[in-house]
């Protein structure tokens, strides 16, 4: 009789080998097929040249479109320790030119933040962020972003993307892919500044409703939404 252990061993594997060898390539074809449209990257780019660290912070929902955007810029991610899904996300995301933190807020949690922190201290360092993941509730920060802005200096710049033409997928979260030959539209709002003497509840509030309006903004330029 097989043993269930042994089967479950080698389809991980399965997995990762496939994901590593065409990952990368699908997402290109998915992402890079898009006509883009992409606005704000100012935003990011000016505090670069200041001098400054930058927390970019998307939703989970639509981070791929984030993710892709700034592929090969050598920024960092995050990314779990959990076989086979996390991975995959660490395998396809170096080959798409991202440095990997590895780990989570469920997943190794002082360490990976004090390495977020170790990297935030050190200006010209960007670190993208999903402040409701990885596994939720959806659309509600997490401590994490603000602490890490508050205690580095860190900016905060929001953002968010979605395309004309997508798949979803349905778990603790709605997450999209975007399909080929659409339009991608992809917003990096103003930066925020978290000040150590800030309240935490306000702030956390703060960056909740600055990521909602952009995400509105984003689904009304690509027909999800009308406007109200």
Do not use: C
Request: net charge positive; aromatic share 12%.
């Amino acid at each position: 009789m097989a043993n269930p252990e042994n089967e479950k061993r080698l389809k991980n594997r399965l997995l990762v080998w496939f994901g590593e060898k065409f990952g990368s390539l699908m997402l290109r074809f998915f992402y890079y097929t898009n006509r883009w449209e992409v606005e704000g990257e100012n935003h990011y780019k000016f505090a670069l040249e200041s001098g400054q660290a930058v927390i970019i912070a998307a939703w989970h929902n639509t981070f791929l479109t984030v993710f892709m955007n700034l592929a090969k810029k050598q920024f960092y991610g995050m990314a779990g320790n959990h076989y086979p899904d996390a991975e995959i996300v660490a395998r396809t995301g170096k080959k798409l030119g991202w440095k990997l933190i590895r780990g989570s807020s469920t997943d190794g949690g002082k360490e990976v933040y004090n390495k977020m922190l170790a990297i935030l201290k050190i200006p010209g360092n960007v670190v993208a962020i999903t402040p409701d993941g990885p596994q939720g509730p959806a659309k509600r920060p997490k401590a994490g972003t603000i602490s890490a802005a508050q205690k580095t200096g860190a900016i905060v710049v929001p953002a968010a993307g979605q395309s004309t033409k997508r798949w979803s997928f349905k778990n603790w979260d709605t997450f999209y892919l975007a399909k080929p030959f659409g339009k991608i539209v992809q917003i990096y709002g103003e930066p925020l500044i978290f000040d150590k003497t800030d309240n935490f509840d306000d702030s956390i509030h703060r960056l909740e409703e600055t990521l909602n309006q952009l995400e509105k903004k984003v689904r009304r330029r690509v027909g999800m939404e009308t406007p109200s």
